[in-house]
């Protein structure tokens, strides 16, 4: 039994040594790399032109929210594909643009499960926009499955990569690195630094125990079904 409880706890050490030498952001670390080379969006006008119209409702969260954005943004364009960027031209502003909506609904309509009210949002603000009904499908896609835990495959390859970048991308922002699909934690150090986090994370767990009303648990569950295989 002393055995065994002492390879399980070298084991576990192990683990966590590599844990931590892998997710230096989740600890205060940094790795020392340089960040050079990196696009950093501290801006992007189409995400800008559209937030702005929702500010009111997302209000003392407007900044953090905003940020948690640009920083999606920025790991986006680093995992975009370039034949993506070749075959849907303005796939960048797409993204943008639904980054604007993805979340907004945990403020404008105060929803824990609040992907399609999030999705209407946007059909609401883009009625009569110049968007092809093939733009605006992508952008309900990249909403509605941004929380999938595999890749989406339902549009064409080039639809499906650029979905599949946002997802990641919000994933890798969410999780302050630790599920990062490639991107490298120079790149994150990197956004983290010119993008200030501005208590993003911090708000998401006030928001869940503001909207579930003192029913933590029947509000977990709520948001829980946010995810999807």
Same mark, same amino acid.
């Given at each position: ?83 993506? *960027?070749? @075959?849907?031209?303005? #796939?960048?502003?797409? $993204?943008?643009? &639904? !980054? ?47 929380? *999938?835990? @595999?890749?989406?495959? #339902?549009?064409?390859? $080039?639809?499906? &990569? !650029? ?67």
């Amino acid at each position: 039994m002393l055995k065994f409880l002492g390879i399980f706890a070298l084991l576990t050490a192990i683990a966590g040594g590599v844990f931590y030498q892998n997710n230096p952001l989740l600890f205060g670390q940094r790795t020392g790399e340089s960040h050079d080379g990196y696009t950093i969006y501290d801006h992007y006008g189409p995400l800008d032109d559209e937030l702005f119209s929702v500010a009111g409702s997302v209000g003392n969260d407007f900044t953090a929210y905003r940020n948690h954005c640009l920083r999606v943004l920025t790991f986006t364009n680093y995992l975009l594909p370039d034949f993506v *960027k070749e @075959t849907i031209p303005n #796939a960048m502003d797409l $993204a943008a643009t &639904a !980054l604007a909506y993805h979340d907004v609904a945990l403020w404008t309509d105060k929803k824990l499960n609040y992907l399609e009210p999030s999705k209407v949002r946007m059909d609401q603000a883009l009625r009569g926009s110049s968007f092809t009904p093939q733009e605006l499908k992508i952008m309900e896609e990249i909403i509605l499955e941004h929380h *999938k835990v @595999t890749d989406f495959t #339902a549009l064409s390859e $080039a639809e499906n &990569a !650029l979905i599949n970048a946002v997802r990641k991308a919000d994933w890798a922002d969410a999780s302050f690195g630790v599920i990062r699909f490639g991107l490298p934690v120079s790149l994150l150090e990197a956004a983290y630094d010119e993008i200030n986090e501005a208590g993003f994370h911090q708000i998401l767990l006030d928001v869940l125990v503001r909207i579930s009303a003192g029913n933590l648990f029947q509000g977990t569950t709520e948001f829980l079904k946010i995810f999807k295989w």
